[in-house]
DNA sequence: GTCTATAGATCGATAGAC
DNA sequence: GTCTATCGATCTATAGAC
């Protein structure tokens, strides 16, 4: 499974890129500080990442894409035992955002002019999210017009959940707010089960 | 009314300095686009922000505060008429965040480390709107936990539509989710009338 | 009080030794 | 493939002419 590697590791430095994206934003984020979040030289850096810091954002939105496509997307597409997997994806979400502590990395580039290189990597991303959670809804029978407002609904509070437990400094509005969510669409799977 | 003016006009550039901070966020606008967008030169930036960057920011969260409060606060805490006011609110936010194709300065500030020199007044911002809210909602006999979790909602709701409404580059996301909020807080002010 | 010029630091990115 | 040294550009902030 390891032995087909295509080039070498820059695929371990990507967490410590994505933490100090998160941390700094992508303007915020200097090489120097790259570099002593992945205890990588900058040389390694470019090595790495011939197109400097586009590119390991670019990485690094590639590798978060992955994971949810995998951890969130995947399994409300699949759309077996739809409750269940609405149960996990506000599980998964508020484990991967720490209760709202850690940004949305994809959200906040759309926020500033910075992030317009990656748009359309931002619009997919959001896209898809919705688009699995309404179509996992769907299975479970609800209408496709409430279906979709409510997906969109939920994915729109997760990430106002975010800037309000960052911006108040309180993880437990997070976690409420998040809950409300589960509920309403937990709900509306019961009500047309 | 205009007489007694402390010390000249640095308060007609904080529209254009509020514009550059909320296009490119605090650390992507440089004095060179402050400049630029206020159409002053840097000299007399420093002339009216000796301290910079960061007492241009002050000033232009100042403002915003005073914006909200007279706008938005103050009509929801005097509780004449909860409806009305509750309607009021989300007409002038959809108008000043211009559908969600304009920004929360404060709220963009709270994700990265950048903006924890404001952090205080980041918190104070959306701490007084959900309080103002809660408090007339509760007016309108919502019951005060009910009313406080229906007011962190919307106020987190409107962030989140923001950040989706710029993420999918759709203003019509950040109107409908609006109005599902907007109907929600109307709907509990009927259900206690 | 306005501007231009520029200092001093730091930026992203490159070169070259090992 | 790693690092250090360094480039030119750009940054914030200041100085000083007007």
Redesign the interface.
């Known amino acids: 499974m390891s032995s087909k590697r295509v080039l070498t590791d820059r695929e371990s430095a990507l967490p410590a890129l994505a933490e100090a994206f998160r941390?700094?934003?992508f303007?915020?984020a200097t090489l120097a500080s790259l570099s002593k979040a992945t205890g990588l030289g900058k040389g390694s850096l470019y090595n790495f990442f011939p197109g400097g810091k586009e590119e390991m954002m670019e990485a690094v939105l590639e590798n978060i894409d992955g994971w949810f496509a995998n951890a969130i997307f995947q399994p409300l597409e699949q759309g077996v035992d739809p409750a269940a997997a609405v149960t996990a994806m506000f599980d998964d979400v508020t484990e991967y955002f720490r209760s709202g502590r850690r940004?949305?990395v994809?959200?906040?580039l759309?926020?500033?002019?910075?992030g317009e290189a990656f748009?359309a990597r931002?619009?997919d991303?959001?896209?898809r999210w919705i688009s699995a959670l309404a179509h996992c809804l769907e299975v479970g029978r609800v209408p496709p017009a409430l279906a979709l407002?409510l997906a969109?609904?939920a994915?729109?509070?997760?990430?106002?959940?975010?800037?309000?437990a960052?911006?108040?400094?309180d993880d437990a509005?997070f976690r409420?707010?998040v809950r409300?969510h589960q509920t309403a669409l937990l709900d509306a799977l019961n009500r047309y089960a």
């Not at 994915?155 to 309000?164: D, E, P, R, T, Y």
């Not at 960052?166 to 400094?169: F, K």
């Open positions: 941390e700094h934003g303007e915020g940004v949305c994809v959200g906040s759309g926020l500033n002019s910075a748009s931002v619009k991303y959001f896209a407002d969109e609904e994915v729109s509070g997760i990430q106002g959940a975010i800037v309000l960052r911006a108040l400094g509005s409420r707010i409300r």
